[in-house]
C-alpha cells in the first residue's frame, strides 16, 4: 500500500514538473516572438526562425502555442492583461477599480491610465496585426475578433457611465461606446507618443480630460 501511495506521488510531481516545464517553454517562444516581429515585422517573421530564437523546434512552437496568428494573438492578450496568460476584463484591477468608483469623471480617469499602460505593450502587436490583416484571412479573423470585443467592452463601460448618472443628454450608449473604442485605440496612441512626441503621462492626461468633455454632463 505504501510502494502504491509513493508511486501515485511521484506520478503527480513528475507530471506537475512536466507542464511547468511547458509552460516555461510556452513563454520563451512568445517571448521570442515577441522580439522578433518588433525587430523584423510580423510578415517577414518565420515560425522556423521564432523556433531557433527559443531554442526549441518548430514542432513545439505548433504543439505549444500554434500557427503565427495563433501567436500573435496569445501576444496580445498578454499585452492587454499584462499577465503570462488571458485575463477576462471583469477580473482586470482596474476594471474592478472603474466599477467600484462612483464618480464618473474619477472612471474615466482610471481607464486613461490603464489604457497607456496597455497601449505602451501592445500597440507595435496590434498595429502588426492590422497590417498582416489586409493580406492574411487568419489574422483579419483574429484582428476582427479582438476589435469586436474592444467594442463589446466599451459598451460595458458606457452603460456604466450612463448608470452613474454621468452621461451627458442625448448622448446614447453606443454613441459613446463609439467615442472611447475610437480614442483608446492602438493607432490613436502611436500617433501622439510616437508620431507627435507626447509622453505617455501627457496622453493619458489629454484623453481622461476629452472624455470628460465629450461625455459627461
Known amino acids: 500500500m505504501v510502494a502504491v501511495d509513493t508511486d501515485v506521488k511521484r ?3 513528475d507530471g506537475s514538473r512536466r507542464r511547468a516545464r511547458s509552460v516555461e517553454t510556452k513563454q ?7 522580439d ?14 521564432i523556433a531557433a530564437r527559443a531554442g526549441v523546434n518548430v514542432d513545439t512552437v505548433y504543439e505549444l ?4 496568428p495563433v501567436v500573435l494573438r496569445e501576444l496580445i492578450e498578454q499585452a492587454i492583461s499584462g499577465a503570462e496568460g488571458p485575463v477576462t476584463a471583469e477580473e482586470r484591477d482596474y476594471v474592478k477599480a472603474m466599477r467600484a468608483e462612483p464618480d464618473p469623471a474619477r472612471k474615466l480617469a482610471l481607464y486613461a491610465q490603464a489604457v497607456c499602460d496597455i497601449q505602451a505593450r501592445m500597440a507595435p502587436l496590434f498595429l502588426a496585426l492590422r497590417d498582416a ?3 492574411e484571412p487568419e489574422a483579419h479573423q483574429v484582428w476582427q475578433e479582438i476589435s469586436e470585443r474592444r467594442a463589446t467592452n466599451m459598451r460595458k463601460l458606457a452603460r456604466d457611465l450612463r448608470d452613474s448618472g454621468g452621461l451627458r443628454p442625448g448622448l446614447s450608449v ?7 473604442w475610437a480614442m483608446n485605440s492602438s493607432e490613436m496612441y502611436v500617433l501622439f507618443t510616437v508620431e507627435r512626441g507626447w509622453s505617455p ?17
Do not use: F, M, P
Not at 28 to 34: G, Q, W
Open 11 to 13: 506520478r503527480s510531481y
Open 28 to 34: 520563451r517562444i512568445l517571448d521570442a516572438a515577441r
Open 36 to 49: 522578433l516581429i518588433l525587430e523584423t515585422g510580423y510578415r517577414a517573421t518565420r515560425i522556423a526562425a
Open 65 to 68: 502555442v500554434g500557427r503565427k
Open 133 to 135: 490583416s489586409s493580406t
Open 174 to 180: 453606443d454613441q459613446a461606446a463609439d467615442v472611447v
Open 201 to 217: 503621462r501627457r496622453y493619458e492626461n489629454w484623453l481622461a480630460e476629452a472624455w470628460c468633455r465629450l461625455l459627461l454632463d
